[in-house]
């Protein structure tokens, strides 16, 4: 029963190997892995930094968008208010020209009705006289009884009416 003893010395030897063991990994292999653990470390907060600071512009640059969507929709308002009130004064200009033009049109209307009255009355009284006259000269040359002076009278109507 050898192989169940407890040998004191292997033990001892053991333990001295693995410490031995585990202090050349901490001087030689724990001092590269820390490092390069910290410096991944230190990368993903530059990453993470950049990450923020990519997030704050991009919330800025989206705010200054915000407000220059907010200036052009006022610009756009401006605009189209300058626009509807240049085109009602257009549109008031053209009624009263229209009004004005329809004015003199009409006032040259009266006056050319006004002068054509004038010449037709000028007309009618130079054919009434004419017709006063004949009417005389009928009459002179012969002596009208009543029946004739009332048949010449509406002769002398019915002439009127037909040239009138």
């Known amino acids: 029963m050898d192989f169940l003893s407890i040998d004191v010395g292997t033990i001892l030897f053991t333990l001295i190997n693995t410490l031995l063991i585990f202090l050349a990994f901490k001087f030689l292999l724990f001092k590269r892995v820390d490092a390069m653990l910290e410096q991944r470390q230190a990368e993903l ?13 991009a919330d800025a640059d989206k705010a200054q968008y915000a407000q220059l969507m907010a200036d052009a929709k006022d610009e756009t308002a ?3 208010s300058r626009a509807e009130k240049q085109a009602q ?3 008031d200009a053209i009624v009263e020209d229209a009004r004005r033009e329809a004015m003199a049109v009409r006032e040259k209307a009266d ?3 006004a002068r054509e009255m004038a010449q037709a009355k000028g007309e009618l009284q130079g054919e ?3 017709i006063a006259m ?8 012969k002596e009208i009884s009543k029946e004739d002076h009332s048949r010449l009278i509406d002769e002398f109507l019915e002439e009127m009416g ?3």
Do not use: V, W
């Not at 004949?134 to 040359?141: H, S």
């Open 45 to 57: 907060a530059a990453t993470y930094a950049a990450a923020d600071d990519a997030k704050n512009a």
């Open 78 to 80: 401006r605009i189209i």
């Open 89 to 91: 004064a257009k549109g």
């Open 111 to 113: 006056r050319d009705i």
């Open 128 to 130: 009434i006289s004419a």
């Open 134 to 141: 004949e009417l005389a000269e009928k009459i002179m040359e």
């Open 162 to 164: 037909d040239k009138a």
